[in-house]
């Protein structure tokens, strides 16, 4: 058993390698906050991911990154949002609505034994960051405007300004959460 999984492995590497070299990157992580500074943060070809349960609903413009919003100012919070992580790879609530133009400070608790995070973007930088984590497992997380990782029995937060009305979808992509169902969204209305 162990020597098929490292041959699969090898040979996925190998693939990823090939199509990599072979295709042009795109680079759509480019537009999350602070990612377009990092080498090498562009789009990973050949990358296969695991199919979701549930399926995450797109912005109101998905072309347009800031349909999503950005990040906001503690002096214009109007609420404060607390957002559960857990161990069964689910957030609560995994459904929030807001208004279009709000300031919410999201205050994430996790209540697991394993480091989680929340991220917001458009589903398609999601689903790269999660290719990315899980390529790179050892990769220590950074300090996003959209992003915060919570280590096991702590908390933290960010602060956000959502945009235009629609859905803004957020996971945790720590290695195989969202594709466990690790997902909302908040609906701005």
Known sequence: MFKIKNALVTLALGALCASAWAAPAAAPMASMPGMASMPGMGSMPGMASKPQR????????????????????????????????????????DVVHVKPGETVRIVVVNQ?????????????????????????????????????????????????????PGTVPFACTMPGHMQQGMIGRFIVD
């Open 54 to 93: 549930q399926t995450m609903p797109t912005p109101a413009d998905p072309g347009n990154p800031a349909s999503v919003g950005g990040p906001g100012a503690a002096s214009a919070v109007s609420q404060t949002i607390r957002i559960l992580a857990d161990d069964k790879m689910r957030f609560s609530p």
């Open 112 to 164: 697991g034994r394993m480091r989680h995070e929340l991220t917001l973007g458009i589903q398609s930088e999601l689903e790269e960051h999660a290719k990315m984590m899980a390529a790179m497992p050892d990769l220590p997380n950074g300090r996003e405007p959209n992003m915060v990782a919570v280590a096991p029995q702590s908390r933290g937060e960010l602060i956000w300004r959502f945009g235009q």
